[in-house]
């Protein structure tokens, strides 16, 4: 009997401390996707944010199917809601409220960017060194973006106590490189609510911008050019 009370245990350990994937979308009153919506787990520390149609997917460890969880879901514009739900396979379907006479708050450009200047060759001679560059130029693009001082003071002006979403272009390094660099920075001077995401943007976003609302700041690196 001591043996059987002893397996009982381990078998109920053993399902406590399963992982599980939580799936959902977010959508308004008319099904269209909401992109870039926050979700978090309340008293959980898992949280993501949206892709263009919509999706999301949380991890959560210690957990198993049945237990109920807490999700805060918001996005500027939109009424924040709260949902209680099972853990389960199934995906969980999410309605914001668009809110009435809502008006954007301005976006400030993290830096002013000057019109760009045409490309100049540059010439390169290999003196004749074996395996070296042999052609007559080499066009040199554009260059990977600096976190220089006025970008640093307009970071540092932000509260550290408000969260922070970086958002690089999925699949360009030198965009997801500057944020990069971005959350170094800000984790460096003791910003802790700091997440760095990739995703796909409609229209594409050129350049950097950071805009705030009710749930934070949101820090967007686009393409270069």
């Given at each position: 009997?001591?043996?059987?009370?002893?397996?009982?245990?381990?078998?109920?350990?053993?399902?406590?401390?399963?992982?599980?994937?939580?799936?959902?979308?977010?959508?308004?009153?008319?099904?269209?996707?909401?992109?870039?919506?926050?979700?978090?787990?309340?008293?959980?520390?898992?949280?993501?944010?949206?892709?263009?149609?919509?999706?999301?997917?949380?991890?959560?460890?210690?957990?198993?199917?049945?237990?109920?969880?807490?999700?805060?879901?918001?996005?500027?514009?939109?009424?924040?809601?709260?949902?209680?739900?099972?853990?389960?396979?199934?995906?969980?379907?999410?309605?914001?409220?668009?809110?009435?006479?809502?008006?954007?708050l301005p976006v400030t450009p993290l830096e002013p960017?000057?019109?760009?200047?045409?490309?100049?060759?540059?010439?390169?001679?290999?003196?004749?060194?074996?395996?070296?560059?042999?052609?007559?130029?080499?066009?040199?693009?554009?260059?990977?973006?600096?976190?220089?001082?006025?970008?640093?003071?307009?970071?540092?002006?932000?509260?550290?106590?408000?969260?922070?979403?970086?958002?690089?272009?999925?699949?360009?390094?030198?965009?997801?490189?500057?944020?990069?660099?971005?959350e170094k920075f800000l984790k460096s001077n003791g910003?802790?609510?700091?997440?760095?995401?990739?995703?796909?943007?409609?229209?594409?976003?050129?350049?950097?911008?950071?805009?705030?609302?009710?749930?934070?700041?949101?820090?967007?690196?686009?393409?270069?050019?």
């Amino acid at each position: 009997m001591r043996y059987l009370v002893i397996i009982l245990l381990l078998t109920r350990s053993a399902v406590y401390a399963q992982n599980a994937k939580i799936t959902g979308q977010v959508t308004d009153t008319k099904n269209n996707p909401i992109t870039y919506a926050t979700v978090d787990v309340i008293g959980k520390n898992s949280t993501n944010t949206t892709d263009e149609l919509g999706r999301f997917v949380l991890s959560l460890n210690d957990i198993k199917q049945g237990d109920i969880i807490t999700l805060k879901i918001s996005k500027e514009g939109y009424k924040t809601a709260i949902l209680h739900s099972p853990v389960s396979p199934l995906s969980i379907p999410i309605k914001l409220l668009r809110l009435k006479n809502f008006k954007a708050l301005p976006v400030t450009p993290l830096e002013p960017k000057p019109d760009a200047a045409p490309i100049q060759p540059t010439y390169v001679t290999s003196f004749g060194q074996n395996g070296g560059i042999t052609a007559a130029q080499v066009t040199i693009g554009p260059q990977p973006r600096v976190l220089n001082l006025t970008i640093q003071n307009q970071l540092l002006s932000l509260n550290k106590d408000e969260k922070i979403q970086i958002l690089s272009v999925m699949n360009n390094a030198e965009s997801y490189g500057f944020a990069d660099q971005i959350e170094k920075f800000l984790k460096s001077n003791g910003y802790k609510k700091v997440t760095n995401y990739q995703g796909v943007w409609t229209p594409p976003t050129i350049g950097q911008t950071m805009t705030k609302d009710t749930s934070g700041t949101i820090i967007r690196i686009g393409a270069l050019q």
